[in-house]
Every structure is written in C-alpha cells, then in structure tokens.
C-alpha cells in the first residue's frame, strides 16, 4: 500500500509505504467524496468470501463507506482499517506529516507530551511511552486508554490508542501513525496488528518530479 505527500511547496514530497498483512483495507481516498468511498467499499466487499462473513455485506459497506469518509476529513497521508474475516472492524490507522517551513523539526522529548493530546478526549491512567528504532526512522511509542466524548456532548466512551511519532532521518517532516479502537478487550491482538504495521512502514522522499531522491536529499 502507497501514498505520497501531497502538499503545496515548500512541503517535502515523499512516499508512504505499508507491506500490510492481510486484514487491512486501505481506505485513502484522493477527493474525500462520499462517492469516491463508495466505489472503493464496493470494490473491497466484492473480494470478500462471504461464507466467512457474520453480518450481511450491506453492513460492511456502509461501515466501510462511513469510516473512508471519517478517516479522510483532514486529508492524511493514508488511511486504512483492519477487518476480520467475519466483516467486523477492529482498527483504524491514519498516517499524518507535520512540518512547519522554518522551523526546526521538535525533538523526540518535545513530540512526546503532543502524542497525548486530544481535541474531544482525554487520556486516562498512566501511559506507556516508549523509544522504537523503525526501519523508517527513530519514533517514539505512546499507548494509552482514551475517554472520548460521545456526540451532542452526551457522556463519554472508552477508546485506547497508539501513536508513533517518526522522525525520518532524510526528511524535515514528523510522521505521526495514529491506531485507535474501541474493542478494548481485543486489545493485545490490535496492538500486535499495529506494531506489525508500523514496522513495515517505509518512507522515501521524493524528488520534485514524483521520482525517488538521492538519499542525501540533492538533486538526481
């Protein structure tokens, strides 16, 4: 699975690559469109056995549908989801690149107390934090439970995450790879599926003309 940074200069243009195990569906959509989602959910459920299946398909595309469109509102890097033989959702993942033209990219120790912050939630008890050598860089690991605020502000539900900043050693930008799920008791499983992931994540930079760049960053 691929995806390539979009931004307008001076962002750095560079490619996302996940060798995914089977499970995950990527959900990256180019125009956010709901039509655009449906046409991608129509392709994903069409592959699906559904002898394996425990709900009907038109619940899978409508989960599908629904979660593209919600996984792609901020326009990330990519998006995708893992799903279980039987159709149920258990993941979502997003990858985002932060860079602010300018300004030095923020240590490992400055990143670490952004990855606990929330605009509708916040953590819960003690997180785990923890220093990762990824072969697409440095990162930091945080995982932690999450209280998220239900809609209309009504109550609030248990979620745990994990997010890996990552700092590519040829590039400027930050690369933040966010999983959530609600399926706490599911959670070794997910995290091990997270991890896997994220492991497998490759980021090269990409000359202005979409080509790979040299690794010191000049020109080909």
Sequence with gaps: ????????????????????????IDLTLQEGTKAEAKALATEVV??????????????????????????????????????????EALADLMVDGYRDEGVPRPSAEEVTPLLLEWGNARVTGEPQITRLDL????????QSM?????????????????RYAVFPPHLQTLIVVTVTWEKIA???????????????????PLSTGGSKAPADGGAE
């Design 1 to 24: 699975m691929t995806a390539s940074s979009k931004g307008a200069p001076p962002a750095e243009i560079y490619e996302c690559v996940f060798e995914f195990q089977p499970g995950w």
């Design 46 to 87: 069409n592959r699906l056995n559904p002898l394996g299946l425990e709900i009907e398909k038109s619940a899978v595309f409508d989960d599908m549908v629904g979660r593209a469109v919600r996984l792609n509102d901020d326009v990330p890097v990519l998006a995708a989801a893992y799903y279980t033989e039987t159709g």
């Design 135 to 142: 072969p697409a860089g440095p990162a930091v690991r945080v």
């Design 146 to 162: 999450l209280e998220v605020k239900r809609r209309l502000g009504f109550g609030r539900k248990l979620t745990e995450y994990i």
């Design 186 to 204: 599911r959670t070794e499983e997910i995290t091990e599926l997270a991890d896997e992931a994220v492991r497998s994540m490759r980021i090269t």
